[in-house]
């Protein structure tokens, strides 16, 4: 059947409330929210219900924070696509409004979680949690509280421990996004379980590249945490499912016309026209910080051997 994505909670179907749910923001599906899911997905096995995430849209810091620098760790897209691949039937993106703002935690139970007549609210049977849940207005909800308001409003509760790696750090969407800046990619894949990747349409840029030789496939970053600028070996998933392997530059050209930050990716032994399609490139290993060369002929010979370092990492020889 396949993931549905439903933007709201009022005026539901039938078919659209009763799931077992998992809350929560879930920016990045790491492994501490594939382990809130996991509870999720056991309770609506032993219900025989949808399996459902709720989040919201925009991410409740957009609201309240909006001069905060972009810090999402991935698009609406690829969120579905991983919650998809975990087994979720149904994708709550509720609206973050000011409404929604306003609840306190026994509202945003009792009207969104639950709700009555007439398709309003989700009518949960399960909700999963992580440990440091917090919801309703000033963030006075907890697990602790949910479970209490479950066994009020006559829905199950489960809470999620803190999933940690073997060194004790625990698994958490700032640790992703520290490690992106900090341009330890390999790092943010080990919390995520994939590498990070950075999806987008593909721009036309100055075209040099073409000219020099090793034509690239420029993205915008836009909403997306902005990892340590420089240049990355990387994998990228065309249109079709292909994955190329490649070397990028993330940053702002300062040697050829300052640009705003964006992922300019050459794809190796590849030559096809990708201007207008949606590409996803995985940041595999950080190469070096993003230089200003004193000339083209520099710049290109330092390119050629970035090619040679990243190829030994994405593309080595059989």
């Known amino acids: ?9 009022k005026n539901l179907s039938d078919s659209e409330r009763g799931a077992c749910v998992a809350l929560g923001n879930f920016d990045g599906v790491h492994r501490g929210h594939q382990q809130v899911i996991a509870q999720a997905a056991k309770a609506a096995q032993d219900a025989k219900a949808p399996l459902g995430v709720v989040t919201f849209d925009p991410h409740p810091r957009r609201l309240f924070r909006p001069s905060e620098p972009a810090f999402k760790l991935m698009t609406h897209n690829q969120q579905a696509r991983a919650l998809e691949a975990l087994g ?3 994708l709550y993106l509720l609206p973050f409004d000011f409404e929604m703002a306003s609840f306190n935690d026994r509202e945003f139970v009792e009207k969104v979680l639950v709700g009555g007549p007439n ?3 989700l009518g949960v049977k399960h909700v999963a949690v992580g440990f440091d849940i917090s919801f309703g207005r000033g963030r006075t909800g907890s697990a602790e509280l949910m479970k209490a308001y479950g066994a009020e409003y006559g829905f199950s509760v489960s809470t999620a421990e803190p999933v940690a790696n073997r060194d004790g750090e625990k698994f958490s ?4 996004r520290d490690a992106l800046r900090e341009g330890h990619p390999e790092g943010a894949a080990r919390i995520l379980g994939r590498p990070f990747a950075i999806e987008g349409v593909v721009r036309r840029g100055q075209q040099l590249g073409r000219t020099l030789g090793f ?6 970053v836009e909403d997306y945490v902005v990892p340590r600028l420089g240049v990355y ?8 499912g292909r994955e190329v392997p ?3 530059n993330l940053g702002n050209n300062p040697t050829t016309g300052e640009v705003e930050t964006r992922l300019e990716t050459w794809l190796f032994d590849f030559d096809e026209d990708l201007y207008g399609q949606v590409i996803e490139t995985d940041l595999i290993a950080f190469l070096r910080p993003e230089l200003k060369f004193d000339s083209i002929e ?8 970035d090619e040679q370092a990243a190829r030994a990492i994405v593309a080595p020889a059989f």
């Open 88 to 90: 979720v039937d149904l």
């Open 173 to 176: 969407s700032t640790g992703v």
């Open 1 to 9: 059947m396949g993931l549905k994505t439903i933007h709201g909670w």
């Open 246 to 248: 490649g070397v990028a």
């Open 215 to 220: 034509p690239t496939a420029n993205v915008e």
């Open 119 to 121: 398709g309003q609210g």
């Open 233 to 240: 070996a990387t994998r990228t998933r065309l249109p079709d």
């Open 298 to 305: 520099l710049m290109v010979e330092q390119i050629l051997r």
